[in-house]
């Protein structure tokens, strides 16, 4: 495993390659694999100017927005602009609790 500096007991990601090793190394399967495949079309759901992604697991939604971010995308919804960001969706139903990747 890399090295990555730390804060507070916690990884502190500083670039794009930061990111990068990170994902590759806690996620070996690529952060599809923890893709919520009953939203849209395989966890895709791509507008226009906005692109939303649905997970099962925290760390890779906070992952792939994190990377988004730092590669520069930027997202338009109803002409506002926004960064890329994650959403919570609490359990409920029966169902379990899922992210959502807001992005280009």
């Known amino acids: 495993m890399s090295e990555y500096k730390h804060v507070d007991g ?6 794009l390659e930061d990111i ?13 694999d923890k893709r919520k495949k009953d939203f849209f079309n395989g966890g895709i759901f791509r507008g226009f100017n906005l692109s939303r992604y649905g997970y099962t697991e925290l760390l890779a939604a906070e992952c792939h927005a994190l990377r988004d971010q730092l590669e520069g995308a930027v997202g338009y919804s109803y ?3 926004f960064d890329p960001h994650v959403q919570t969706h609490k359990a409920k139903d029966g ?8 992005t280009q």
């Open 10 to 15: 916690k990884v502190v990601i500083e670039s």
């Open 20 to 32: 990068n090793k990170y994902i590759e190394e806690h996620f070996p399967d690529g952060l599809e």
């Open 79 to 81: 002409g506002c602009r």
């Open 95 to 102: 169902e379990d609790e899922w992210y959502e990747v807001y």
